[in-house]
């Protein structure tokens, strides 16, 4: 569906992403990990179409992403960002209807209540943006994600949602909220690539997890073949302790002493 075939992105003389394959699939949540600086977010903006590759091609099928006009990227997956600054005073309703006018809703408010509805926000229409806590921010925007692309599959065509650090401001419980609405949207035909810092997090809910560092893919599979002692501690340099969940292949972190 969405491959990237030997990309680089090169500033100031420095690969911030150093020869990088991947594809997404429909039916699949790719979780990128990777300390700051690893490459994961350049990766996934050039994924998504927002940066264009010095080396390599992203293809949406197989067409090259820099052919896509910004209104067919639109239509085609949603992008939510680390964090994003408003300049003007929009409301909560307002922020998700711009997600539901991009996709072409022919109800866009009603849309967009919906989207609000699904993300804990219901009664938080007419509140102003600026006003809300980071996280409820955050989950504003996830609103106007899904608002964007309210079906994974649409005309035929697997949709693809591209997540930002999705989790960062949120508290476990929205957190774990957040993860199940992209695997609903991936089990239902989708496509979903996410960045987070939480391992254990990824580990539960990642079919496909890449590891980088220093711009590169260093290990990639199932949580179990990707999380490791030896990844743990060449990437994040610290020991790991990796286990595992009593009768599930599921692995999980313990983080100790730094090395």
Do not use: W
């Not at 990237?4 to 911030?16: C, D, K, N, T």
């Not at 090259?64 to 939510?80: E, G, N, P, T, Y």
């Not at 409301?91 to 509805?117: C, F, Q």
């Amino acid at each position: 569906m969405i491959r990237a075939r030997e990309v680089s992105i090169i500033r100031a003389g420095r690969s911030l992403v150093d020869h990088v394959n991947l594809d997404l699939k429909p039916g699949c949540f790719t979780i990128v990990l990777g300390p700051n600086g690893a490459g994961k977010s350049t990766l996934l903006k050039t994924m998504a179409g927002e940066l264009s590759a010095d080396r390599g091609q992203i293809l949406y099928d197989d067409l090259d992403v820099r052919k896509c006009s910004a209104a067919d990227l639109a239509q085609r997956r949603a992008v939510l960002p680390q964090s994003m600054a408003l300049a003007f005073p929009f409301t909560a309703l307002e922020v998700v209807r711009m997600g539901a006018i991009a996709y072409g809703s022919l109800k866009p408010t009603e849309d967009a209540r919906r989207a609000l509805a699904r993300v804990d926000l219901k009664g938080f229409e007419g509140r102003a943006y600026q006003a809300l806590s980071g996280g409820e921010q955050q989950r504003v925007q996830f609103a106007r994600v899904l608002a964007q692309v309210p079906e994974p599959v649409d005309g035929g065509r697997p949709k693809a949602l591209f997540l930002d650090e999705p989790t960062a401001s949120l508290d476990l419980g929205h957190q774990i909220s957040v993860l199940e609405i992209a695997r609903d949207f991936v089990a239902r035909g989708g496509a979903a690539m996410a960045i987070l810092h939480d391992l254990n997090l990824a580990c539960e809910f990642a079919d496909h997890l890449v590891v980088m560092h220093r711009g590169r893919v260093v290990s990639e599979g199932t949580p179990a073949e990707t999380i490791t002692d030896e990844v743990i501690s060449s990437v994040y340099g610290i020991r790991g302790a990796v286990g595992r969940v009593p009768q599930s292949p599921m692995p999980y972190v313990l983080p100790q002493a730094r090395i």
